[in-house]
T-cell receptor, first 108, second 112 residues
Framework: KNEVEQSPQNLTAQEGEFITINCSYSVGISALHWLQQHPGGGIVSLFMLSSGKKKHGRLIATINIQEKHSSLHITASHPRDSAVYICAVFFGNEKLTFGTGTRLTIIP | DVKVTQSSRYLVKRTGEKVFLECVQDMDHENMFWYRQDPGLGLRLIYFSYDVKMKEKGDIPEGYSVSREKKERFSLILESASTNQTSMYLC???????????FGPGTRLTVT
């Protein structure tokens, strides 16, 4: 069965801390998305990865194809980073399979 | 910029009513998707469409139907709304054979 697991489910940190959210998947994939959803808001795509590493501002996403694992890092975290972060995977077709999300809260 | 719009941000309906949720995208995408999002369950695919007048069931199609008469518009229909269909509904679109999806703002539906 094609599955996506995220950890942790909830994460609370102080402003300025380095944040890591993890995503593991069960079988080979075509691509992986990291998505962000603010409270009451829609979903925004942060990164789309099929290999290696991508960086945008304070956000970094990495993927290890052999280990079937991806991480999303946030450097110098800020309260405005508080959101739900969702890992979503294309298992060889054009349908996404989603993790259940990580709720991140950054305390000033 | 890709734009995916949904007809309502918030909707309140009564049990048994017929409900239409509409989604429009402006990027000529072939693929369109309807998801529902529930706490603890994440996003689940209800229906998707690869082309006009084509539709395929997702993981949880029971109680829903869809319509795609034009390429830019994908409608989700609740024939007889029930309280267990209270949820956040998200539409997405994407280009065929490109592994990327763009999401709309969501419709929070409450069925009383």
């Amino acid at each position: 069965k094609n599955e996506v697991e995220q950890s942790p489910q909830n994460l609370t940190a102080q402003e300025g801390e380095f944040i890591t959210i993890n995503c593991s998947y069960s079988v080979g994939i075509s691509a992986l998305h990291w998505l962000q959803q603010h409270p009451g808001g829609g979903i925004v795509s942060l990164f789309m990865l099929s290999s290696g590493k991508k960086k945008h501002g304070r956000l970094i996403a990495t993927i290890n194809i052999q280990e079937k694992h991806s991480s999303l890092h946030i450097t110098a975290s800020h309260p405005r980073d508080s959101a739900v972060y969702i890992c979503a995977v294309f298992f060889g077709n054009e349908k996404l399979t989603f993790g259940t999300g990580t709720r991140l809260t950054i305390i000033p | 910029d890709v734009k995916v719009t949904q007809s309502s941000r918030y909707l309140v309906k009564r049990t048994g009513e017929k409900v239409f949720l509409e989604c429009v995208q402006d990027m000529d995408h072939e693929n369109m998707f309807w998801y529902r999002q529930d706490p603890g369950l994440g996003l689940r695919l209800i229906y998707f469409s690869y082309d006009v007048k084509m539709k395929e069931k997702g993981d949880i199609p029971e109680g829903y139907s869809v319509s795609r008469e034009k390429k830019e518009r994908f409608s989700l229909i609740l024939e007889s709304a029930s309280t267990n269909q209270t949820s956040m509904y998200l539409c997405a679109s994407g280009r065929s054979e490109i592994y990327e999806q763009y999401f709309g703002p969501g419709t929070r539906l409450t069925v009383t």
